[in-house]
């Protein structure tokens, strides 16, 4: 087993906006689109462990207090999250439900593990498969935009559902909360430099 020959030990660096290879170890402005060029992101880690927590705070108001309150005819009803799962299910929309599960409780949970799981790799310097670490980063970046989903069906809820005294949806703390989440999420998966991965593993060929 020997040290992989990755682009940075033959003096390469790559440009994060237009692809280009640099020859160089140190920060440099690409030629190519002028943009500022770098080994590696600058406090990647410790960025990205700031922002995890971070969500991993909200997470919990999120799932716990209303994501929004439903009043009809003068009678107000408060869901949660789990709630209002649990309501589609019972109003014989189980597809609905399945959807909202899995983008607003399921999707947020498995990028912070996935992160988290990244960030103890390039901790610890596991000498595993890089490219299943790599497609694992891959997957969390590409799911990020889905996450809004329960955000988009409660502003249109709010738009279309308001009838005055009659029938009103607000939005609840949870929401804004929720909306956090998925913010620092996406932030988190931005900061991490998937390069890191790399740093430490060994040629298995």
């Given at each position: 087993?020997?040290?992989?020959?990755?682009?940075?030990?033959?003096?390469?660096?790559?440009?994060?906006?237009?692809?280009n290879l640099i020859k160089s170890t140190t920060e440099a402005l690409c030629p190519?689109?002028?943009?500022?060029?770098?080994?590696?992101?600058?406090?990647?880690?410790?960025?990205?462990?700031?922002?995890?927590?971070?969500?991993l705070c909200l997470y919990i108001p999120?799932?716990?207090?209303?994501i929004m309150s439903v009043t009809q005819l003068g009678v107000a009803k408060t869901h949660t999250i789990v709630g209002g799962i649990a309501a589609l299910i019972h109003s014989d929309m189980v597809?609905?439900?399945?959807?909202?599960l899995v983008a607003s409780i399921l999707v947020p949970l498995m990028k912070l593990l996935g992160l988290s799981l990244l960030l103890l790799c390039v901790h610890y310097q596991w000498q595993t498969n890089a490219?299943?670490?790599?497609?694992?980063?891959?997957?969390?970046?590409?799911?990020?935009?889905w996450s809004m989903l329960d955000i988009f069906i409660i502003s249109i809820l709010v738009a279309l559902v308001d009838l005055g005294g009659v029938a009103q949806v607000i939005a609840g703390s949870a929401a804004t909360a929720f909306a956090a989440v998925v913010v620092l999420t996406m932030?988190?998966?931005?900061?991490?430099?998937?390069?890191?991965?790399?740093?430490?593993?060994?040629?298995?060929?």
């Open positions: 087993m020997k040290p992989l020959n990755t682009a940075q030990k033959q003096g390469f660096i790559r440009c994060h906006d237009c692809g190519v689109c002028g943009h500022s060029v770098t080994a590696r992101k600058p406090h990647s880690v410790k960025q990205t462990i700031a922002l995890i927590i971070s969500a999120a799932n716990i207090f209303p597809p609905i439900a399945l959807l909202v490219r299943l670490f790599t497609r694992l980063y891959r997957v969390i970046a590409f799911v990020g935009r932030f988190a998966a931005k900061s991490f430099d998937p390069r890191l991965i790399w740093d430490h593993q060994l040629s298995y060929e």
